[in-house]
């Protein structure tokens, strides 16, 4: 466990906010000018009151709004493969020995996760999710998955496609970027000083080169935590902080799903309001970011989940588009009701500044820590 009492990692010298309406009011400013929250100021984010959340939750709506209006990006996760990993990620259901109940299967056909991306794009969604289980792919996996991006681009020119395989080797993401992959997917989901409890069988830092070989490529890096693992409050700042480094254009928020069968099986910690603090602490460490309520919502933010759009702007949709399509529906539903609106395959996500190409944003970020840009780790 991370111990609370250490070293700022930001070097920041932010006064304590003891006061909820000055912190907020300082957050809103930071974040409308794209300036990420010191340690201390998301510390102090986390340790609002149940009472205060109302307030964080409008501080943070003011902050997305500024970047991503009342849009909401809708996502869909396809699995090519599912089950059957050697890792030993202890939240998760597909991990060595785990005893949970779920598919397992190897890879699906290029046509098959074509038909399966279809239902995710008739319900709205902009981006395409490939994921599959394992520690990484070999090289002729990463044919495999070439195939299918070529396949959902074929049938969905404008889906956006990102591809979420495991730990990269060198020249894989190139070959991906060049099939027509837009994005890549790769948490760092907790901190480092906590990473050796969840995960035996791989290291903080490959995480964090394959978010890099990722970006260097010329994907889109995605990249987020989970919550609801155990962690202190010092870590989920600490894992948004190192985020905020690696400056991904997406930050995934995961809720834990205890499933039955994995080391974590018991774990319910977390509380709606709970939940929002930890969104809203995102947002603030990553204002400018695309920032994606994603798996767990249902279960952690339950009635509270139309609240969670002020913060987030960006969601996934869930399996069960592909059978009666139900859920997907009353998502939209809680979209427009909630004031929001699902973001056009026209309109671009990011605000206009994260979108440069690449070659000037280095030059941008070579400006060092400080400066309202993160340098690229
Ligand atoms: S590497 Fe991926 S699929 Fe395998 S146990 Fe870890 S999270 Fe699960």
């Known amino acids: 466990m991370h111990p609370e009492n250490h070293a700022p990692t930001d070097g920041g010298t932010a006064p304590a906010h003891t006061d909820p309406h000055v912190l907020l009011e300082t957050l809103v400013t ?45 996502n869909y996760l396809v699995n090519l493969k599912s089950g059957l990993c050697p890792e030993d990620c202890g939240y998760c259901s597909q991990r060595l020995g785990s005893k949970a109940e779920i598919l397992k299967y190897t890879w699906l056909k290029p046509e098959e996760a074509a038909r399966a991306a279809g239902a995710g794009v008739s319900g709205g969604a902009k981006r395409v999710c490939l994921v599959a289980s394992g520690r990484g792919p070999t090289d002729r996996d990463i044919d495999r998955v070439s195939g299918t991006v070529e396949a959902i681009k074929e049938e969905h020119p404008e889906v956006e496609v990102c591809a979420c395989l495991g730990l990269l080797s060198p020249g894989q993401a190139e070959r991906l970027r060049e099939a027509g992959a837009d994005a890549y997917n790769h948490n760092l989901n907790t901190s480092e000083e906590m990473y050796g409890e969840i995960c035996t069988t ?56 205890p499933f039955e069968g994995t080391p974590l099986a018991e774990r319910w910690e977390l509380t709606p309001l709970r939940a929002l603090r930890i969104l809203a602490m995102v947002r603030f460490v990553c204002p400018d970011a695309e920032v994606r309520l994603a798996g767990g919502r249902e279960v952690h933010l339950r009635g509270l989940q139309p609240l969670a759009l002020h913060v987030a702007n960006s969601i996934f949709l869930g399996d069960y588009l592909t059978s009666e399509g139900q859920a997907g529906k009353a998502d939209l539903e809680m979209i427009a009701d909630a004031g929001f609106e699902v973001e056009g395959a026209g309109t671009e996500t990011l605000p206009e500044h994260r979108t440069e190409p690449r070659t000037d944003l280095v030059t941008v970020r070579r400006r060092g820590a400080g400066t309202d840009v993160a340098p690229n780790a």
């Open 30 to 74: 930071k974040g409308r000018r794209g300036e990420s929250a010191t340690r201390e100021e998301a510390l102090a984010v986390l340790a609002l009151d149940d009472a205060d959340t109302l307030d964080l939750v409008a501080a943070a709506g003011r902050v997305r709004r500024r970047w991503f209006g009342r849009r909401v990006k809708l």
């Open 202 to 257: 791989h290291g903080y830092e490959d995480r964090k080169e394959t978010v890099g070989m990722a970006r260097g490529a010329g994907l889109s890096a995605c990249s987020g935590l989970i919550a609801g693992m155990g962690e202190s409050d010092a870590d989920l700042v600490d894992v948004a902080l190192e985020l905020r480094a690696l400056d991904p254009d997406s930050v995934p928020v995961n809720f834990l799903i």
